[in-house]
Each structure stands twice: as structure tokens, then as C-alpha cells.
């Protein structure tokens, strides 16, 4: 059964950093594209970053590009989103997503994921 648990959101200052993780299960980590999404209150749900775990490839929207580094550490099956520079329209909650590597960063970043977590809430206060 494939699982993924996000983890590491809070509340936090504008200009402020959080690490948000994703331990991922159920699955052979090395096959599939691990992607971040995000959905605020009253908005539709939006891709910010994916990564392609068997290169490390990696994908990001431009409303995050330069701010937030998506990574992974394949000995913990793990994913990490690290964004810094936050900004209140960062608030949402985030989700973790997980797809075989059949499609490139950014067609899931459209597209949405087969597999989906539970989401950590990211609060950035002006």
C-alpha cells in the first residue's frame, strides 16, 4: 500500500524558512516522480515543485522558483521541500504526491498525482 506522510509545516513570519518532509512507503521509491502541491482557502489546488527520484530531476512553478529546493534522500525514502523567502500568499495547506516516472516534472505539476497524503499546514502572517 503506498503511503505518504507530509510532515514539518507551522506558522511562520513573512521572509521567514520551513522544511517540509515526505516519507514515502508501499512502493519502489527509485521508480517514481515525487511532486509538492498546495491548496489555499478557496482557491484550486496548484503544483509547486516535483522531483524525479531515479536522476534527481527536478521541476518548479515560477511562484516559487528560486525560493523553494525540492530534494530527496533515497536511504530514508524521503522528500524534502525546503522555502525560504515565504511570503502570505505561500499559505496553504501542502500535500504530497507520488506518480511512476512516466511524464515529465511539470505535466504532474498540470496534472496531479496518482498518489496523494495528507496535507501540513503553512501559515505565513505578514
Known amino acids: 500500500e503506498v503511503q505518504l506522510q507530509a510532515s514539518g509545516g507551522g506558522l511562520v513570519q513573512a521572509g521567514g524558512s520551513l522544511r517540509l518532509s515526505c516519507a514515502a512507503s508501499?512502493?519502489?521509491?527509485?521508480?517514481?516522480?515525487i511532486g509538492w502541491f498546495r491548496q489555499a482557502p478557496g482557491k484550486e489546488r496548484e503544483g509547486v515543485a516535483s522531483?524525479?527520484?531515479?536522476?534527481?530531476?527536478?521541476y518548479y512553478a515560477h511562484y516559487v522558483k528560486g525560493r523553494f529546493t525540492i530534494s530527496s534522500d533515497n536511504a530514508k525514502n524521503t522528500v524534502y521541500l525546503q522555502m525560504n523567502s515565504l511570503k502570505p500568499e505561500d499559505t496553504a495547506v501542502y500535500y504530497c504526491?507520488?506518480?511512476?516516472?512516466?511524464?515529465?516534472?511539470?505535466?504532474?505539476?498540470?496534472?496531479?498525482?496518482?498518489?496523494w497524503g495528507k496535507g501540513t499546514q503553512v501559515t505565513v502572517s505578514s
Open positions: 522531483i524525479r527520484i531515479r536522476d534527481g530531476k527536478t
Open positions: 504526491a507520488a506518480d511512476g516516472s512516466y511524464y515529465s516534472g511539470s505535466y504532474f505539476l498540470d496534472r496531479g498525482m496518482r498518489y
Open positions: 508501499g512502493f519502489t521509491f527509485d521508480d517514481y516522480t
